[in-house]
């Protein structure tokens, strides 16, 4: 029974949507960043920081909007982005460390990022969904 649980959960439409918004973020997220590390040359932490924006913000659109349709009004939305901006700055230091601590043993920046968006992606539908978007 609680494996039955356990799978229906895992295969419900806020997971799938969350799943699917989620990987939206992480492309608009992981070609920001590339674009501008890889084409423009901009620094390892501004293009961090543009790329955890781009992602972040059209993720918090999407989960807000579609996948857990939160309802809340103004001042609980205003809580909501309160929240979300924390776990941006949390995110983003997380992301910028891991890669420095990466490349001092030879690892890309690409799959540092990479590895830090497996990471974000995991803890995040937790957070979202028992914080930031319970209504």
Sequence with gaps: MQRARFIKYHISGAYIKYVLSGLSSLLADYA???????VFKV????????????????GFVLNK??????NAHAHKTTIQIVIFALLFVFNTTFTYLLILAL???????????????????????FIYKKFIFRD
Excluded at 65 to 70: A, C, K, R, Y
Excluded at 107 to 115: I, Q
Aim: glycine fraction near 6%; proline fraction near 2%.
């Design 32 to 38: 920001t960043f590339v674009t501008l590390r890889n």
């Design 43 to 58: 620094q390892l932490s501004v293009s961090v920081f543009f790329g955890m924006v781009v992602g972040l913000a059209l």
């Design 65 to 70: 909007l579609w996948t857990f349709q939160s």
């Design 103 to 125: 490349r001092s043993v030879e690892v890309p920046e690409t799959a540092g990022k990479l590895l830090a968006m497996v990471f974000i992606t995991l803890w995040n539908f």
